[in-house]
């Protein structure tokens, strides 16, 4: 089925196309070149399809030029999203992270919350009194504001814009690089009053919030339960700002953490309802059309509902298409639509190629629809229920195959029972989305039915109760699990040799089983190798300490001034690295790291004058006159780690530039490393 589908002339398309798209990622372009490229290679797919219409044996060429086309036409449309072509964003009026400007903005999107902040996705109206475009992440004080803003709100705020930065320490989570892939190229912090312009912009965000808003409100006053509320919000609406740190901490090492934020599965469970409630209608074609729209405006009405965030309508989008696929009952074309989705999707947001949500929701429904009908060829129960239990499980098992390696490589984990949660909590999710989506319309018309809403309280409540009880079952969570990207792609070229293989298993998919198998292998000892014979010396940004790695080979050694564990902030140095904490040892003034002596100076400001160090590190903010220090030591470049005062900190750079000496403050530039 897979191979007939990879005939499909869109596949080959699609494929090309999304290959513009990473090799823009990697290698920006200039508009007019690609401008010029595309009018070339448009003129000469005209003249080849005439040559090929006239000469079928010249077919390929025609094939050769239409993917020469896709790929360039996928670095065009990256390149059209990429801020630096757009003269009027935002960016272009900010010369350096951390200068205060003055922004007119209207909220567009709420995100979860943090301990301190309440968070915003906002379009930008203007820069400084320049009319200017693009989107920008706001962070709220809570402290200032304790209420939420309406979607829609318009917005005079003032502060300092931050720039997006290489992370804190080696390995880390990119969020910078996160908020980017997303549109996002700034950050502002907000303490101070902002002025509020009480016009709002009256659109479908407006009123899309202003309907969770009510529907929430009337559940608060039914008295729904705090928790489950939150839940619920989340599940149907959206909404994860309320969801407390034990709840999600639960649903992420049961494996289930997907359902909390509105995806596929959601959406996907809609469809299928959808389609069995309607299934009843009369089999003509027009009553087909008419299903067909009942299910489209269902669906987009849902996104409403559930706020059109841009997870919500790439998951709408995707199943919009699927419905299309089912209408047409043809098997080959549920694996067509899903690339016209998906290439329609990339059109208008090609940076969602790089988007986790986006990857994991297409890599699911694929292997969905693949596996499945070959689980179900191998064994098919007679009894009914026992029928309805193993397509669960084939569907779970499915998905998670198809979802493992870009779970492991994003997240270094694997939760060891997803297919008992998948089990139970899928027949239980059903239910939920059900009643959960008939008490949210009739809380949207100001009535909440008790004998609708206490039991959905308690299907929650012991929703919860379940996914508790299977997080606590530790031994089966598997953490810190190495998997970079080499394994990444022999991953899942293994894992598509083994199902063809095991479709129809002849010699030479055996050969290629092994092959992939053999190339898996490969890359993880290699990987291991490589770090082996790596030595390296990191100063860690660590607030208000001092936190000092040496790495030889998979042998980790910590120096650190606090004796806490300092686990959360190494572990994805640890796991990168494929390594281990051998040591952990105290503080030394002085340090050696191959032909380089380090000296570290602490708040007694003691060192020896003698000592001609390569490495100065400056820690816990000593009183030392850093330019005699210099005229001492005369060392090749200072560091000062997060241990210290920023005033401190300040005035060491500024003597380091008078001095022409290298200067690194981890606060500001990260962790430091020697190799």
């Given at each position: ?295 489209w405006c269902a669906l987009w009405g849902f996104a409403v509902l559930a706020g059109l965030s841009p997870s919500v309508v790439r998951s709408v989008t995707m199943f919009s298409f699927v419905a299309l696929g089912m209408h047409l009952k ?138 508790g009880w299977i997080a606590s079952v530790e031994s089966f969570i598997f953490e810190d699990i190495p998997f970079n990207a080499a394994m990444l792609v022999s991953a899942y070229l293994l894992i598509v040799a083994l199902v063809f293989c ?174």
């Open positions: 089925m897979v191979m007939k589908v990879l005939h499909f002339p869109l596949a080959k398309v699609s494929l090309c196309f999304m290959a513009g798209i990473v090799c823009c990622h990697f290698h920006s372009c200039e508009p007019l070149w690609i401008l010029i490229a595309l009018v070339f290679l448009l003129a000469l797919l005209v003249s080849v399809h005439f040559l090929a219409t006239a000469h079928p044996k010249t077919k390929w060429i025609f094939g050769f030029v239409v993917g020469a086309f896709s790929f360039t036409s996928g670095i065009g449309a990256l390149s059209l999203n990429n801020a630096n072509f757009e003269q009027n964003h935002y960016i272009h009026h900010i010369k350096k992270s951390g200068e205060n400007h003055q922004l007119t903005v209207t909220l567009r999107e709420r995100l979860k919350t943090s301990a301190r902040y309440s968070r915003y996705v906002a379009n930008v109206e203007s820069t400084d009194n320049r009319q200017s475009k693009g989107k920008i992440l706001l962070h709220f004080d809570k402290t200032q504001f304790p209420d939420y803003f309406r979607i829609g709100t318009n917005l005079r705020v003032s502060g300092k814009v931050s720039l997006p930065k290489p992370p804190d320490n080696p390995d880390q989570f990119d969020y910078g690089k996160y908020l980017a892939n997303k549109s996002i190229l700034a950050q502002m912090y907000l303490y101070e009053p902002v002025s509020i312009d009480y016009h709002f912009d009256k659109d479908a965000f407006y009123y899309a919030d202003a309907l969770r808003n009510r529907i929430l409100s009337n559940l608060q006053k039914a008295h729904f339960n705090p928790t489950g509320l939150a839940v619920i919000a989340a599940l149907i609406l959206g909404q994860q700002q309320d969801i407390s740190a034990d709840i999600l901490h639960d649903y992420q090492f049961a494996g289930a953490i997907h359902i909390l934020s509105v995806s596929g599965l959601h959406v996907g469970f809609i469809l299928l309802f959808l389609n069995f409630a309607l299934d009843r209608l009369p089999k003509t074609r027009a009553t087909a059309v008419l299903k067909l729209c009942i299910i043809r098997q080959t074309n549920i694996f067509h639509t899903l690339l016209v989705s998906m290439l329609l999707i990339l059109l208008f947001e090609p940076s969602f190629l790089f988007d986790i949500g986006f990857q994991l929701s297409y890599l699911a429904l694929f292997f969905i629809l693949w596996l499945q009908p070959i689980f179900l060829k191998w064994y098919r129960p007679d009894n009914p229920i026992a029928e309805y239990f193993w397509q669960l499980l084939t569907v779970s098992f499915a998905a998670q195959i198809g979802t493992l390696p870009l779970s492991l490589y994003y997240f270094h984990q694997f939760p060891g029972l997803f297919f008992v949660t998948n089990l139970i909590i899928i027949p239980f999710l059903g239910v939920i989305m059900g009643l959960g989506v008939v008490v949210m319309l009739l809380a949207a018309l100001n009535c909440v039915p008790a004998f609708l809403a206490v039991p959905l309280e308690w299907s929650i409540a012991v929703l919860n109760k379940i996914i095991f479709e129809k298993c002849n010699l030479g998919r055996l050969a290629w089983a092994l092959a992939a198998l053999l190339l898996f292998e490969s890359g993880y000892f290699a990987s291991k190798w490589t770090r082996r014979n790596e030595q390296e010396w990191i100063v860690f940004n660590a607030r208000k300490t001092t936190l000092i790695a040496q790495r030889d080979g998979d042998k980790v050694t910590i120096r650190s001034n606090q004796s806490k564990d300092q686990k959360k902030l190494l572990a994805p140095f640890l796991i990168a690295n494929f390594s281990e904490i051998t040591a952990t040892k105290p503080l030394q003034n002085t340090a050696y790291f191959k032909s380089q002596k380090i000296l570290l100076i602490d708040s007694l400001a003691l060192y020896p004058k003698d000592v001609c160090p390569d490495v100065v590190l400056l820690r816990q903010s000593p009183k030392i006159n850093l330019e005699r220090l210099l005229a001492d030591c005369k060392p090749k470049v200072i560091i000062a780690d997060a241990s210290n005062f920023k005033s401190y900190v300040k005035r060491w750079e500024r003597t380091c530039n008078q001095q022409k000496i290298p200067f690194h403050a981890t606060a500001e530039k990260g962790f430091y490393r020697l190799k």
